[in-house]
């Protein structure tokens, strides 16, 4: 039974919708592993977010990349803590994957 699950995981259709949010997208490693996912086809929308402005640039980049992934940004503001949860609490809630980039 393992080897089976096993053959599936590896097989080219296995995987097909892929939702994944970047947190810390405008950071420095960031930004390269946004355009790295951007690239895998399994990937089909591709969320940045991050507190610093520069993720609306970074989104905008990683969008031109001509893949079938769609890309959108939240921008986190921590005026109140409660907006920055909210945000949060949804770009997680919309992916399947969540990688946190400190």
């Given at each position: 039974?393992?080897?089976?699950?096993?053959?599936?995981?590896?097989?080219?259709?296995?995987?097909?919708?892929?939702?994944v949010a970047v947190l810390g997208a405008a950071?420095?490693?960031?930004?390269?592993?946004?355009?790295?996912?951007?690239?895998?086809?399994?990937?089909?929308?591709?969320?940045?977010?991050?507190?610093?402005?520069?993720?609306?640039?970074?989104?905008?980049d990683v969008g031109h990349v001509n893949t079938?992934?769609?890309?959108?940004?939240?921008?986190?503001?921590?005026?109140?803590?409660?907006?920055?949860?909210?945000?949060?609490?949804?770009?997680?809630?919309?992916?399947?994957?969540?990688?946190?980039?400190?």
């Amino acid at each position: 039974m393992l080897f089976a699950a096993a053959r599936r995981a590896f097989h080219a259709s296995a995987v097909s919708n892929v939702k994944v949010a970047v947190l810390g997208a405008a950071g420095g490693i960031g930004q390269p592993l946004s355009l790295l996912l951007k690239d895998i086809d399994a990937i089909t929308h591709l969320s940045l977010v991050d507190r610093a402005p520069d993720v609306i640039g970074v989104a905008a980049d990683v969008g031109h990349v001509n893949t079938k992934a769609k890309v959108g940004y939240i921008l986190l503001i921590f005026l109140k803590a409660l907006l920055g949860v909210l945000s949060l609490g949804h770009a997680t809630k919309i992916s399947q994957r969540t990688h946190i980039l400190l």
